[in-house]
């Protein structure tokens, strides 16, 4: 699949999804959004596909926010006041109940919405020369649709320093406050995305899907609803064939073949 402003590409076991508009620095509009979306519901349902990659078209930038120019087309903050469905919520929530494992590619600076794509993501690797902010503050706006999947991945001060001063992290200061996995210089970016690629695609794609699964239906658990839950799934893992196939390949001593049922 390729539209005009996100692009779907197979490379081997990964789909990478790319923002492709380097002029706006890949602004979010409501395009962007439905590209992205029908991208990473395409891939999940490729049965090739093990690993989905998010990035940006350029090395300025991963994608800087929502498209507040006068006059935007799509922008975040025009909506209909009577439907309150919101395409930068349904673009997190896409991202984050996707079934298989998510890479945020981070070429340049997240700005707002960006940021919402990163904590949606599973992983995240950033290039040092790149930052990480929320600037609403400073057109008179809040970033409203980015709050919930920031607050699942930041500390609440640190979250909340970011709102309310619009001042962005660096790439240190991300890798510290475990917004990002990993940061590297623009050289190994894609060596580091590409080894995390292939860690992933090496293991069981059902345990992945499943596991996948179970971390996000028990975030919003209590402690002894998450247990119950945790040990009902269990066995359901236990009685796939991969996991039939990774006990056999285990005692005879061999790398096992996957089937990801």
């Known amino acids: 699949m390729t539209e005009s402003v996100v692009q779907s590409q197979a490379l081997g076991k990964e789909v990478r999804i790319t923002i492709r508009r380097p002029d706006n620095r890949n602004a979010l509009n409501r395009e962007v959004a439905d590209g992205i979306i029908a ?3 395409a891939a999940e349902r490729d049965s090739d596909c093990r690993v989905i990659v998010l990035t940006g078209e350029g090395e300025r930038a991963f994608c800087a926010g929502g498209d507040i120019k006068a006059g935007a087309d799509g922008g975040p903050f025009v909506q209909d006041p009577a439907d309150p469905d919101h395409f930068a919520g349904r673009l997190f929530e896409t991202i984050q109940a ?12 997240a700005m707002g919405a ?11 690797v950033m290039v ?20 919930p999947p920031m607050m699942r991945v930041l500390p609440r ?6 709102f309310i001063t619009g001042v962005p992290l660096t790439a240190e200061e991300a890798l510290q406050f475990n917004l990002v996995n990993y940061v590297t210089d623009a050289v190994g970016l894609d060596d580091k995305v590409a080894e995390l690629v292939a860690q992933i695609a090496a293991q069981s794609p059902s345990a992945i ?6 971390c996000h239906a028990m975030e919003d658990m209590t402690y002894p609803q998450q247990m119950r ?13 991969d996991a039939r196939e990774g006990f056999d390949a285990f ?5 096992p073949e996957w089937t990801g049922r």
Not at 251 to 255: F, N
């Open 39 to 41: 991208a990473v519901c």
């Open 98 to 109: 996707c079934r298989k494992p998510t890479i945020a590619r981070i070429n340049g600076i």
């Open 114 to 124: 960006g940021a919402g794509i990163i904590c949606a993501c599973d992983l995240a």
């Open 128 to 147: 040092d020369h790149a930052r990480i902010g929320t600037p609403e503050v400073k057109v008179g706006l809040f970033p409203m649709t980015i709050v």
């Open 157 to 162: 001060r640190r979250l909340m320093e970011m």
């Open 209 to 214: 899907r499943l596991g996948k699964y179970a």
């Open 229 to 241: 839950f945790a040990e009902t799934l269990l066995p359901r893992v236990a009685q796939t064939e």
């Open 251 to 255: 005692i005879e001593k061999r790398k």
